[in-house]
């Protein structure tokens, strides 16, 4: 009777995984690799810089530039990928979030929080740098000279990192990972790929540099695809889940 119990239960474990809402299909991308290879570093960003679409392969591409720390010397150290191909939905997610970190890792703690660069982890942080005041009254971050360049590697050069901007990110869109973009002087976005962050950046990116009619086909048609996708994996998973209730069934009947 115990084995009889035993077999019952697991079929009613198939027949709740059965009728579990659709869960997310994991696809792994480059940056995936990238977090891997750096397990031991303990402080880092990885930046979206750069994005394109190659039409003669039909391969969505991104390109990172990488900001990490040497624990060892208290140095950092930048450097930039060579394009790499990621999934359609990937790049589809992504899409908005060109010059932005993607992904950031505090004290040995990665976090998938899209953020302006810098924001998650050294604009504020004492160790880099400090706020001072403008001569306009508004508040803005200094790095210390030994991390000055970091005022470039972001893509900053010489517009100031305002309190309120990196405040109003930290109280009201990190806590619930929603994704900030800012507000620039004339009313647009200041952050992302539309963002005059990313679109006054002083090197030309190929993203930037191609006509507005390559740029909405793109987006059009990685929508398209990306949304294909999701559906032929939402049926995978569908045919999963009937395929594991009709074997519940068959396991957990007879005395």
Known sequence: ??????????ASLFLISACAPNTPVY??????DLVKEMTE?????IMLYDMNYDESSEKYLHQYRILKEDSFNDTLVSETTDWLQVSDRYFNSNIDNMGMALITKVDGKVEKKVAPPGYNNYVGN?????WNQGSDGNSFWEFYGKYAMLQTVFGFGRSPIYYGGWNDY???YYPNGRTYYGTNSSGGTR??????????????????????TFKQNVRSKVQRSSSRTSSRN??????YRSSSSSRGRGFGGGK
């Open 191 to 212: 952050f992302g790929t539309n963002g005059s962050h990313n679109t006054s950046r002083s090197t030309r990116s190929t993203w930037n540099s191609k006509p507005t």
């Open 41 to 45: 570093v303990p402080n880092y960003s």
């Open 126 to 130: 004492e160790k880099y740098g400090k």
């Open 27 to 32: 696809e792994k991308n480059p940056i995936d």
């Open 170 to 172: 930290r109280r009201n």
């Open 234 to 239: 939402s049926r995978s998973s569908s045919r």
């Open 1 to 10: 009777m115990r084995i009889y119990h035993y077999l019952s239960l697991l």
